[in-house]
């Protein structure tokens, strides 16, 4: 009997260890879970500060460098564009090559120029339609949108057509605030948008060319659909004044020839002035662009770049919407008054070679461009560069924590964040060999 009791307390004894060890096991499992929620969370404020010091790092670049309007490479100017280290976090710059004919195989690393964009408050209906993926609908719709009437135009869409929705609303008869705005308008389904590029790093990557294997949608054909997303803008826009603030030389405002006689005559002297007049005549204050006044002006390169940034044509504190020539992508160059993609290509090819000086105006265009092309383009481009749009990446400790945010900053005097948008939803961008990179240490740690 006694032998019977040793055997029930031993059973007992062995239930109990057991029990103790399953506890044991199941508060170490917790804390284990509790210690890399902990350690997540830790990388994941890592990388938003990371974030944070790319935008201040970005600010000091511009004060730094001070180009007034010029165009800002930061690899070209020395500054890191990828895997930056701040302590044990790393932040990126994700960008595009601008001057690529193709589509690059792997991630572009660089601060984009806002200019370089088509913008959807000023681009017509013609020039919407020509972007990459658009659909004429959408465009109508764009135009329909922002304009401050109710008049539906052909194929676009109003405040009747957005009332029948599940989720009524009005059309907003105003400007775009974001691209994201965009989303709201009929026609904007997310192939058109976005195309295969879901995550919008501009590279085929390769859930994006698996047919229906996974998600995006693509038709694994090898070549990426980048979407319209990518090409468009609501922030492009030059101060409509000269570098010491005073007002520029409007070519058709009703003082012109008295105002571009005392330009002229300061910096090139009064002889110029007479010139210009007898090349001009009539059409002297009636110039659809500063391009357009150039060709008839008579002037030699060297001496209209004397004067070129303090003459406009338009009224108001801003120029708004004007593409970047020397900054923007094939599309975008295919989609301006006149530019047909051959011309586009050989637009790139040529700015490849352009000196610094030549890339500050857009003189450079007419070896290219015949004059009636010229005289077509030129109210819708510039050589300048007032925003920039950093798609900033940012992981923690080993990889973790990853953070994406889009950031605009307009860089007039002072430099300031005008825009800022979470993209971390969109999914790692890339590629997985950084991403392998990134979490090298993340099994042992483990």
């Given at each position: 009997?006694?032998?019977?009791?040793?055997?029930?307390?031993?059973?007992?004894?062995?239930?109990?260890?057991?029990?103790?060890?399953?506890?044991?096991?199941?508060?170490?499992?917790?804390?284990?879970?509790?210690?890399?929620?902990?350690?997540?969370?830790?990388?994941?404020?890592?990388?938003?500060?990371?974030?944070?010091?790319?935008?201040?790092?970005?600010?000091?670049?511009?004060?730094?460098?001070?180009?007034?309007?010029?165009?800002?490479?930061?690899?070209?100017?020395?500054?890191?564009?990828?895997?930056?280290?701040?302590g044990?976090?790393?932040?990126?710059?994700?960008?595009?090559?601008?001057?690529?004919?193709?589509?690059?195989?792997?991630?572009?690393?660089?601060?984009?120029?806002?200019?370089?964009?088509?913008?959807?408050n000023?681009?017509?209906?013609?020039?919407?339609?020509?972007?990459?993926?658009?659909?004429?609908?959408?465009a109508?719709?764009?135009?329909?949108?922002?304009?401050?009437?109710?008049?539906?135009?052909?194929?676009?869409?109003?405040?009747?057509?957005?009332?029948?929705?599940d989720?009524?609303?009005?059309?907003?008869?105003?400007?775009?605030?974001?691209?994201?705005?965009?989303?709201?308008?009929?026609?904007?389904d997310?192939?058109?948008?976005?195309?295969?590029?879901?995550?919008?790093n501009?590279?085929?990557?390769?859930?994006e060319?698996?047919?229906?294997?996974?998600?995006?949608?693509?038709?694994?054909?090898?070549?990426?659909?980048?979407?319209?997303?990518?090409?468009?803008?609501?922030?492009?826009r030059?101060?409509?004044?000269?570098?010491?603030?005073?007002?520029?030389?409007?070519?058709?405002?009703?003082?012109?020839?008295?105002?571009?006689?005392?330009l002229?005559?300061e910096?090139?002297?009064?002889?110029?002035?007479?010139?210009?007049?007898?090349?001009?005549?009539?059409?002297?204050g009636?110039?659809?662009?500063?391009?357009?006044?150039?060709?008839?002006?008579?002037?030699?390169?060297?001496?209209?770049?004397?004067?070129?940034?303090?003459?406009?044509?338009?009224?108001?504190?801003?120029?708004?919407?004007?593409?970047?020539v020397?900054?923007?992508?094939?599309?975008?160059?295919?989609?301006?008054?006149?530019?047909?993609?051959?011309?586009?290509?050989?637009i790139?090819?040529?700015?490849?070679?352009?000196?610094?000086?030549?890339?500050?105006?857009?003189?450079?265009?007419?070896?290219?461009?015949?004059?009636?092309?010229?005289?077509?383009?030129?109210p819708?481009?510039?050589?300048?560069?007032?925003?920039?749009?950093?798609?900033i990446?940012?992981?923690g400790?080993?990889?973790?924590?990853?953070?994406?945010?889009?950031?605009?900053?307009?860089?007039?005097d002072?430099?300031?964040?005008?825009?800022?948008?979470?993209?971390?939803?969109?999914?790692?961008?890339?590629?997985?060999?950084?991403?392998?990179?990134?979490?090298?240490?993340?099994?042992?740690?483990?």
């Amino acid at each position: 009997m006694r032998l019977d009791r040793r055997g029930i307390v031993f059973v007992v004894l062995l239930w109990a260890i057991m029990a103790l060890t399953t506890v044991a096991i199941y508060f170490a499992h917790s804390s284990r879970l509790v210690y890399l929620a902990s350690e997540s969370a830790a990388a994941g404020y890592q990388a938003e500060n990371a974030i944070s010091s790319a935008v201040e790092y970005f600010l000091y670049a511009i004060q730094t460098e001070e180009p007034e309007g010029k165009y800002l490479d930061l690899e070209t100017d020395g500054y890191e564009v990828s895997q930056v280290p701040l302590g044990e976090a790393r932040f990126w710059f994700l960008g595009w090559d601008r001057n690529a004919l193709t589509e690059p195989s792997s991630p572009v690393y660089t601060a984009v120029d806002e200019a370089a964009k088509l913008n959807i408050n000023t681009a017509d209906q013609e020039m919407l339609a020509a972007l990459p993926g658009m659909t004429s609908e959408l465009a109508a719709a764009i135009v329909d949108w922002r304009d401050t009437d109710e008049e539906l135009s052909s194929e676009g869409a109003e405040s009747a057509d957005y009332l029948t929705l599940d989720t009524p609303y009005a059309a907003k008869n105003s400007e775009f605030e974001s691209i994201d705005e965009i989303r709201l308008l009929h026609g904007a389904d997310p192939e058109i948008l976005y195309g295969e590029d879901r995550n919008m790093n501009g590279v085929l990557d390769q859930n994006e060319n698996d047919g229906d294997a996974s998600w995006p949608p693509d038709n694994e054909d090898g070549i990426l659909q980048t979407g319209i997303m990518r090409y468009i803008t609501v922030f492009s826009r030059e101060p409509n004044t000269k570098s010491d603030g005073s007002n520029k030389v409007n070519l058709r405002g009703q003082s012109a020839r008295s105002d571009l006689q005392t330009l002229v005559s300061e910096r090139l002297g009064g002889d110029v002035f007479n010139q210009i007049i007898a090349n001009a005549g009539n059409n002297l204050g009636r110039p659809d662009s500063v391009l357009a006044f150039y060709l008839s002006s008579g002037l030699s390169e060297a001496q209209f770049r004397e004067i070129e940034n303090d003459l406009t044509v338009s009224e108001g504190e801003y120029r708004i919407g004007a593409v970047n020539v020397v900054t923007a992508p094939l599309a975008v160059l295919a989609c301006l008054p006149g530019i047909t993609g051959e011309k586009a290509e050989e637009i790139v090819n040529a700015r490849l070679s352009l000196t610094d000086e030549q890339r500050e105006s857009v003189l450079w265009l007419t070896t290219i461009l015949d004059p009636d092309t010229c005289r077509l383009v030129g109210p819708h481009i510039t050589a300048q560069s007032w925003q920039y749009g950093l798609d900033i990446v940012a992981v923690g400790r080993n990889g973790r924590g990853f953070r994406r945010e889009f950031v605009v900053v307009d860089v007039e005097d002072p430099p300031t964040v005008i825009f800022r948008r979470d993209r971390s939803r969109e999914g790692w961008p890339l590629g997985d060999e950084e991403l392998e990179s990134q979490t090298e240490g993340v099994a042992s740690s483990r």
